[in-house]
């Protein structure tokens, strides 16, 4: 039998959303996706692995200061990760592995760019996309109300569109932020079943590729509560992704301004809609612990 391996690795977490970093540039790490999937699966498991909501990688990149590739528990590779994204982040500044305050980081939702800002770090999420096709949702946007001119969505969007699921019926508004998104307005979010209805409406077949769920309580013009249940991880403390997909929702739908604090489980994130249509995230990172693992 061949001796195993180690494989070392850094715990980290953004407001309790956690993670496993292995860095690729000093480990040596499989490259095949299959190989890839059944790590994070493996590593991801709380009981028989390290336990985590996702396993990042840090990349070397031909294009950007460093490439991020995103994995859920449950072993399917996701398109980006704005808790993660601020982690990573941390992880490469604290090592100095680079002196820039910006960083460009490629990930397979575009170029991202996360900044110092104190002891906090601030995101450029990009710009939203209400595009159905884009997100991709498979409802047509023709008979959807126009989107705002500083949206720069098209023609339309899915806005409070009517999506009965089991015994309730919810009026969903879909939102990519390099991933998909379906925000949902409930009246009591502390108490609302979120195990029960999201993971239904996470493989709904409106949905190609599955769906991130933000159940959201709007408390001020400024605030919103949200809980939300991400794709391949269930339930989770934070979401940036999300936490920006709602505060455009939330906008577009006159509930609120251009800037929010969005209070999650773990914790609050700062969300500002900015004149440029890109979002700006604000929030903590923080290393855990590091160790190795046999594989």
Not at 37 to 52: F, M, P, S
Not at 138 to 163: C, H
Not at 219 to 245: H, P
Not at 247 to 261: E, F, Q, Y
């Amino acid at each position: 039998m061949p001796a195993k391996m180690k494989m070392h690795f850094t715990k980290m977490q953004g407001l309790g959303n956690d993670f496993i970093l292995i860095d690729c540039i000093r480990e040596a790490c499989p490259s095949e996706a299959k190989a890839l999937d059944a790590l994070g699966k493996r590593l991801c498991d709380r009981r028989l692995g390290i336990g985590a909501d996702q396993l990042l990688l840090l990349l070397p990149s031909g294009r950007a200061d460093f490439q991020m590739r995103i994995f859920n528990a449950d072993g399917g590779e996701v398109e980006m990760c704005g808790n993660g994204i601020r982690c990573l982040a941390k992880y490469i500044w604290d090592r100095n592995l680079s002196d820039k305050s910006v960083l460009e980081i490629e990930t397979p939702a575009g170029i991202i760019r996360p900044e110092k800002a104190g002891e906090m770090v601030r995101v450029d999420m990009g710009e939203p996309v209400f595009e159905p096709a884009r997100i991709p949702v498979n409802i047509t946007a023709e008979s959807n109300p126009p989107l705002p001119p500083f949206s720069k969505g098209g023609r339309g969007g899915i806005i409070d569109y009517p999506l009965r699921v089991d015994d309730k019926e919810f009026h969903i508004t879909c939102v990519s932020m390099g991933n998909p998104h379906a925000v949902i307005m409930v009246e009591d979010v502390s108490g609302f079943p979120v195990k029960y209805y999201g993971p239904m409406i996470e493989q709904h077949p409106i949905f190609p590729r599955r769906v991130n769920v933000e159940f959201i309580e709007v408390l001020t013009d400024r605030e919103i509560r949200m809980r939300v249940w991400e794709r391949g991880s269930g339930e989770t403390t934070a979401c940036g992704t999300g936490a920006s997909a709602v505060a455009a929702a939330a906008h577009l739908k006159g509930l609120t301004g251009r800037n929010v604090t969005v209070h999650l489980l773990g914790g609050d994130l700062s969300i500002e809609w900015a004149a440029d249509n890109h979002i700006y995230m604000t929030g903590p990172a923080v290393e855990v612990f590091e160790g190795a693992i046999n594989h």
